[in-house]
């Protein structure tokens, strides 16, 4: 399954503008949502084709709330996020899979949430998720309910803050170590090259 994550901008409240307005609600109605960062929403769809196709439904609202729309496919990288012009790109052809991985961003996490130590059981697998490739939002950290309405969303235990990316490219198949600040992970965003170099 690919994943969407949106990333509002800090002057709003992303999970609020997007669910009190009806078209984008209706849009996210038959998606389990998650909100793995601070300000966020994730889901998950079928394909890159399919988080594209929602992100072009959605686009009237995410030039207006969104700070970052990325994609996450795992036949690309289980690990990493793409640009949501590079999705697009990768959608359309123009890329292969192994030709993304060259640019990126690569983002501090900051927790924002409670103690790490006073974590339940569920919330084993959002540590483990962030320890294997910093990624917090690899993982649905949230168990399922069931009986949740659609476009409801679940908080996970932990909150994490997206900081200060640093633009890298990837050099041997290593990328550069995120040294902006001190921070407990990252995660790691592949971009066009259009992006990187703007």
């Known amino acids: 399954m690919t994943r969407v994550c949106l990333i509002g901008d800090p002057d709003c409240n992303l999970q609020y503008e997007l669910l009190s307005r009806e078209t984008s609600r209706e849009a996210l109605a038959t998606y389990d949502l998650r909100r793995p960062f601070e300000n966020s929403i994730s889901l998950r769809t079928v394909s890159v084709g399919a988080a594209v196709s929602l992100l072009n439904d959605l686009n009237w609202y995410l030039t207006r709330f969104v700070d970052e729309a990325l994609v996450q496919e795992p036949s690309v990288s289980e690990d990493e996020w793409l640009s949501r012009a590079l999705a697009t790109e990768l959608r359309n052809g123009d890329l292969e899979p192994a030709d993304t991985a060259e640019?990126?961003?690569?983002?501090?996490?900051?927790?924002?949430?409670?103690?790490?130590?006073?974590?339940?059981?569920?919330?084993?697998?959002?540590?483990?998720?962030?320890?294997?490739?910093?990624?917090t939002a690899t993982g649905d950290t949230a168990k399922s309910d069931e009986s949740a309405e659609a476009g409801e969303t679940r908080d996970t235990a932990t909150n994490w803050r997206l900081v200060e990316p640093l633009y890298v490219r990837r050099t041997g198949g290593e990328l550069p170590t995120y040294d902006l600040r001190d921070v407990e992970e990252t995660l790691v965003v592949r971009l066009t090259e259009a992006e990187h170099s703007p």
């Open 103 to 135: 640019f990126c961003k690569i983002y501090g996490l900051e927790r924002v949430g409670p103690d790490p130590d006073a974590e339940t059981e569920a919330d084993g697998d959002t540590a483990a998720s962030t320890a294997n490739g910093g990624n």
